[in-house]
């Protein structure tokens, strides 16, 4: 296993466009968190999944926010009618169970909205 | 209220000393573990070390060691011998929760080496 993977890594996109990004953790991982991290920021917790489940969902997530993880395996997460402060690095970390097992980050996508 | 602190934005250090990077936490929680991250310009999250509220020893990984104040709730790590490469943000991080799920992480440490 190659470990976290996520594409595109890089979205240019207009305002009011959607947008959907695609996470794929660590095959044995049964715990995904989305991320959102601005420059210079720490990263700013939006999601979690519990295999298929989506357990936990931050204040941050507006309705136009929406994250999917079919079968437990891969997750998406999809932006609606995207506004410019949308514009940032966005963050999957794939993890085992435990409170002493570190999350696995992805590279990373990069949404630009113009 | 925040559940990480890190009170300094920004640090220098000259190549080959060492380095105390600060983190407070809060959680009501009796255990909790505390992660440090490291995250170069190139962007990727690098794992550096974990303590666990109920470990008595701090952590130690190579150059890298974690001072533990639990009473405090205070995280500090400490970075000895700094090497040019060590330039690069780091993230003190918390897991807390009944099945460990909430993971948050603090507003960083730009920490810069100087030659």
């Known amino acids: 296993d190659t470990g976290v993977s996520q594409n595109p890594r890089h979205k240019i996109t207009k305002r009011g466009q959607n947008v959907t990004f695609r996470c794929d953790p660590i095959s044995e991982h049964n715990r995904l968190y989305w991320y959102r991290q601005t420059l210079g920021q720490g990263p700013e917790f939006l999601t979690y999944?519990?295999?298929?489940?989506?357990?936990?969902k931050s204040r941050l997530l507006s309705d136009r926010f929406s994250a999917e993880r079919p079968k437990g395996s891969f997750s998406t997460l999809e932006i609606q009618r995207t506004e410019q402060g949308d514009s940032a690095m966005y963050l999957c970390?794939?993890?085992?169970?435990?409170?002493?097992?570190?999350?696995?980050f992805g590279q990373g996508t990069r949404l630009t909205v113009v | 209220a925040q559940k990480i602190t890190q009170t300094q934005p920004g640090m220098f250090v000259q190549e080959k000393e060492a380095v105390t990077l600060d983190c407070t936490y809060d959680t009501s929680d009796q255990s909790y573990g505390l992660f440090w991250y490291k995250q170069p310009s190139s962007g990727e999250m690098i794992f550096l070390i974990y303590?666990?509220?109920?470990?008595?020893q701090n952590a130690t990984e190579g150059r890298y060691s974690l001072n533990f104040q639990k009473a405090r709730k205070s995280a500090n790590l400490v970075i000895s011998a700094s090497q040019l490469g060590d330039s690069a943000m780091y993230f003190c991080a918390m897991r807390e929760g009944v099945n460990g799920q909430n993971f948050v992480f603090g507003p960083g440490t730009r920490l810069s080496v100087l030659p």
């Open positions: 970390a794939s993890s085992p169970g435990g409170l002493n097992t570190e999350a696995f």
């Open positions: 999944f519990q295999n298929e489940a989506q357990l936990e």
């Open positions: 303590q666990g509220s109920y470990d008595e």
